[in-house]
């Protein structure tokens, strides 16, 4: 041991050699040279692996006092950190309230979709991914990029949709490789469903995801980025009661972010199914008479003011708007020229023409300047405060009111105008409720205008010229009225009560047994109803002569049914004057003018109003009556039949065949 | 059978048998729980293959085997080159000799070889005490090896040469002195070394440092582990109850990370019971060497267990953040089955250390 020096194993023989050559007692000699060891030799090699034993022993401890350490003294640190790595919090969304019409024929639904989704926290390789997705969904990865990019607010743990409504061949080929991409997974989502596509779409609205604005002003803690909500329509003004709770639970995920097991929920509050007024196949009808026109249709009941059929021509798919994504779909609908989405029914506004002599003549009567007996006398025309102002062409000869009404003479309300003035013709409107929004619960509503004072001071400086309040008095001029309005005149007259337009007949809870056929009429929103502030005498005097227009050789022959008696008012609202434009019929379309019908039905007992526009329809007693006629025909024949017969499709041909 | 008479069934070491079997069992358990029935369908394989391999080499007689050290040594160093150019990729390294349906690893075989070649050199020279020079041949009987596996790239394979040389070395007589500094120079140069390290081993041993500074990336397996572990606490969650390796937050837990699925499921009782076992095989493998009947059979034995505390320190203390993430499999726990079959012959070399001594 005391020597150092070159070490050389087995290499020289010699000294050194021979002092190796002893014998080691516990082996056999005859080995050959490792099984001669002396004990010394033996001892330390012993000594040596008795240290590596200890040296085991040591390493061993401290192991096991480093396990010691995480799974006794810091366990249930660790236990909280295990309990956050697999328990998670999500939101389970609400299933959106029905919309169903009257007889609880389905108007809006939903349908089960699939969304792919991605938790951006458990995507380990973003890039691979989402040219993963880019392959399996065609879409570029721009488009994925840009999606995510929009959802950013979103916490990174939440699924974010990256595509919507995918097909089952998609869903298959993103569960057969999901285990490769980490945080891609299917989501199903109850999808807004319209199953009759453009029924009643104006009034349906749309739905469409949350945008910022509404997140921030709408309920706390009720609404979430990424919900679908209502946009627009019913949708949008009962959006509270449609929308429901959303509920939660807490499930086990595992490491790719899938949901491996429920732990712990709280169901959501389903939104409440909605119950419209109207009766989808007098809907239907009228959407058919609409068709390749446009223009709108309103049906009033008389009683309630329960709208049962409001349609505006052209219309679109409200499905469309159901989807996150589909941008372009919906751009190419905003930009169409015959702007489709506009609710003309009340969004928009039109001279009343002719449907104006209702209101003068309650306006006549009221004020005692007329009465039944009143007669003028209508060469064709009348100069008044030295300008000419014309009626037929070779005059209506005398006409008393009913036939003035029932003729749509000219020359008989300018010379009531004249006597009336324009404050008494703007009160009288005004009870009717012109110049004013109808309330109706749908969005945007125009009010139409009405030139009273408030308005001439605006846009006027207070000027009116006495000119103006003949040309006023046939509903020209500084007037202007939407559809539902004179609908709603139109069933003032009838009822002889306020009457507030409205399209929910009731709120139902999610369950919903079984929708029964109602024959209820429809609640009002106003429990007791309030008179409008004109005599029964007088409204029967004009309802008179609503019923000449249709049945006494008037000018709204064409809506005649003669089963039941109609009454009506056509109406022509100008659009370019005659002098400059010639001829109504050699006018390009859009220079012609509006087509006006409005009608009470049965007109001695009326229960339904209508109110009929076709936009540069030309005259209203040929292109609206007929449209106004069939339409009211429909509901009396849906009411003759038994519902059951035609409830099956509301589809306008019914009516037509039951006339 | 001939070798199997009467008294090489009383000189088999039935407590070294029995240790492994009990180890291959919790590793099949293991296996299943955190890989699913195909992996747990292989490992049984393995384990029932690995056992009677070992019993298998332990009839030859090692001192045939050390005759033939130097030739074998030289036949897995080649096959080591060739590896480099032919070889199959497998995970990112060119280890794999593809033959059919098994594939080889001719690193694993060398691991046992360099153990045999090493101890024949200390064996065959001056039983006295030496220095530096004493390291020279079983250095680089060592080193050729390890830049062989290293260039595959297979780091964790190859830093396992060093403690076969330290741990042969050490037993046969390796001066204090000399130790002592050589670690001390071994810690000087371990910062120079991280220059020759790739970005992502820089990037594992700086997570080791410090785990939380990227707990979703780098960090990832040692936070996850440590998570496991820690949330087993005592008695554990039971088997195939781990909601860390049942719902995979444990990347590689069947292979590197099965023993924070021990911890996990077991707790720290079972962590104690399977180290105990680990402990028993260590502290035998050493007494074996003891009553080696010539050196050659101590320093196979230093070499085997060197290799075994190696893997056993570097695997375990991974699972609990002692040590940085490397990819080294644990003896008799991790799935695998080349790992399997280095184990079973550096045990069937101990087994016939141990026979031997009853024997001729």
Request: charged residues 20%.
């Amino acid at each position: 041991m005391s020597t150092v020096g070159p070490w050389r194993p087995d290499s020289k023989p010699g000294a050194t050699r021979s002092r190796l050559r002893l014998h080691w007692p516990g082996g056999g000699g005859q080995e050959g040279t490792t099984t001669l060891e002396s004990p010394a030799v033996r001892n330390r090699i012993d000594l040596r692996l008795r240290l590596t034993q200890a040296a085991v022993l040591f390493a061993v401890t401290l192991l096991l006092l480093g396990f010691w350490r995480l799974q006794v003294v810091h366990a249930p640190h660790y236990r909280e950190l295990a309990e956050n790595n697999r328990r998670r919090d999500e939101l389970v969304r609400a299933p959106r309230g029905l919309i169903t019409d009257r007889n609880g024929y389905l108007l809006a639904a939903n349908r089960p979709a699939y969304n792919v989704t991605m938790v951006r926290e458990e995507v380990t390789d973003r890039a691979s991914t989402l040219d993963w997705l880019s392959t399996v969904l065609n879409q570029s990865v721009r488009e994925l990029e840009d999606r995510l990019a929009s959802q950013r607010g979103i916490p990174s743990f939440r699924p974010v949709v990256v595509a919507e409504d995918v097909s089952m061949a998609i869903v298959a080929s993103i569960e057969a490789r999901g285990r490769e991409y980490p945080g891609v997974l299917i989501q199903p989502e109850q999808k807004r469903y319209y199953p009759e596509a453009t029924l009643a779409a104006h009034v349906l609205g749309h739905v469409g995801e949350i945008t910022r604005p509404q997140l921030d002003s709408w309920e706390r803690d009720r609404f979430h980025l990424g919900d679908i909500v209502g946009q627009n329509g019913i949708e949008s003004v009962h959006n509270d009661a449609l929308a429901g709770w959303a509920g939660e639970r807490n499930v086990v995920v595992n490491s790719a972010g899938r949901t491996v097991r429920v732990l712990d929920q709280v169901p959501p509050d389903p939104g409440k199914t909605l119950v419209l007024t109207l009766d989808a196949r007098l809907q239907a009808d009228a959407e058919a008479q609409l068709a390749d026109k446009r223009g709108a249709v309103v049906v009033l009941n008389v009683e309630t003011g329960g709208v049962l059929a409001l349609a505006s021509s052209p219309t679109f798919d409200p499905n469309i708007f159901a989807a996150r994504f589909s941008r372009t779909q919906w751009e190419s609908l905003v930009n169409d020229p015959a702007d489709p989405l506009q609710n003309r029914a009340l969004q928009s506004h039109y001279p009343p023409g002719s449907i104006y002599k209702l209101v003068m003549a309650v306006a006549g009567l009221e004020r005692g300047i007329i009465n039944p007996q009143t007669s003028v006398f209508c060469p064709g025309g009348r100069t008044i405060y030295g300008h000419y102002y014309g009626c037929l062409a070779g005059g209506h000869g005398r006409v008393s009111l009913q036939s003035a009404i029932g003729r749509s003479c000219n020359v008989y309300f300018y010379e009531l105008g004249r006597q009336l003035g324009r404050e008494a013709i703007v009160e009288a409107s005004q009870r009717f409720g012109l110049g004013a929004r109808t309330g109706i619960d749908l969005p945007n509503e125009d009010a139409g205008t009405l030139p009273t004072d408030e308005w001439l001071g605006a846009n006027r400086d207070g000027r009116w010229y006495p000119g103006e309040t003949i040309v006023l008095s046939i509903g020209q001029g500084p007037i202007d009225t939407t559809p539902i309005q004179l609908a709603k005149i139109v069933a003032m007259l009838g009822s002889g009560l306020q009457v507030e337009p409205h399209l929910v007949l009731r709120e139902e809870e999610a369950a919903v047994s079984s929708l029964r056929a109602g024959v209820d009429q429809g609640a009002r929103p106003s429990a007791v109803p309030t008179p409008v502030q004109v005599s029964a005498a007088h409204r029967h005097l004009v309802l008179d002569g609503m019923w000449a227009v249709v049945n006494d050789n008037g000018t709204g022959w064409r809506a005649r049914n003669p089963d039941v008696p109609f009454g009506g008012k056509t109406g022509t609202a100008q659009v370019a004057s005659r002098a400059l434009t010639g001829p109504e019929e050699d006018r390009p379309e859009q220079l012609r003018n509006h087509a006006w019908f409005v009608g009470l039905a049965p007109v001695n007992d009326p229960e339904i109003a209508i109110a009929v526009l076709i936009e540069h329809g030309g005259g209203g007693g040929l292109a609206a009556a007929p449209v106004g006629g069939h339409v009211m025909s429909t509901y009396f024949a849906l009411q003759a039949g038994t519902d059951d017969a035609i409830a099956q499709s509301p589809d306008g041909s019914e009516g037509e065949s039951r006339r | 059978m001939i070798l199997f008479d009467r008294r090489s069934f009383r000189a088999f070491d039935y407590v070294l048998l029995s240790t492994m079997a009990l180890l291959y069992t919790l590793g099949t358990i293991l296996v299943a729980s955190a890989g699913g029935s195909v992996y747990f369908r292989k490992q049984i394989v393995f384990a029932a293959v690995a056992i009677p391999l070992a019993i298998a080499v332990s009839t030859i007689d090692y001192r045939r085997l050390r005759d033939r050290a130097y030739l074998l040594w030289g036949l897995v160093a080649l096959s080591l080159v060739g590896l480099l150019f032919f070889g199959a990729e497998r995970a990112g390294a060119r280890s794999w000799i593809d033959a059919g349906p098994i594939g080889i690893q001719p690193s694993e075989l060398a691991k046992v070889v360099v153990i045999l070649a090493i101890a024949r050199y200390y064996a065959e020279g001056d039983p006295r005490p030496f220095g530096l020079r004493g390291l020279y041949v079983p250095g680089l009987l060592a080193f050729v090896p390890f830049v062989l596996t290293a260039l595959q790239p297979d780091l964790g394979t190859a830093s396992t040469f060093i403690p076969i040389v330290a741990g042969i070395a050490w037993v046969a007589g390796l001066r204090i002195s000399t130790a002592v500094r050589l670690s001390l120079l071994g810690a000087a140069l371990a910062p120079l070394g991280y220059f020759l390290l790739e970005d992502y081993q820089r990037a594992r041993l700086f997570t080791f440092i410090n785990p939380d500074v990227d707990p979703l990336g780098a960090g990832y397996q040692i936070v996850q582990s440590k998570i496991a572990v820690g949330s087993g606490g005592l008695v554990g969650k039971g088997l195939f109850s781990g909601s860390q390796s049942q719902l995979q937050f444990l990347p590689a837990q069947h292979t590197d990370l099965v023993f924070a699925v021990l911890g996990e499921e077991l707790g720290f009782l079972g962590v104690a019971a399977a180290l105990s076992l680990y402990l028993l095989l260590l502290l035998r493998i050493l007494q074996i060497g003891r009553r080696s009947r010539d050196r050659l059979g101590s320093f196979i034995c230093a070499g085997v267990a060197a290799l075994l505390l190696y893997h056993l320190a570097v695997n375990v203390g991974m699972v609990i953040g002692f040590a940085p993430i490397t990819g080294i499999p644990l003896p008799f726990l991790s799935y695998g089955g080349s790992s399997a079959l280095t184990t079973s012959m550096a045990l069937g070399l101990v087994l016939s250390v141990r026979t031997r001594r009853f024997l001729n």
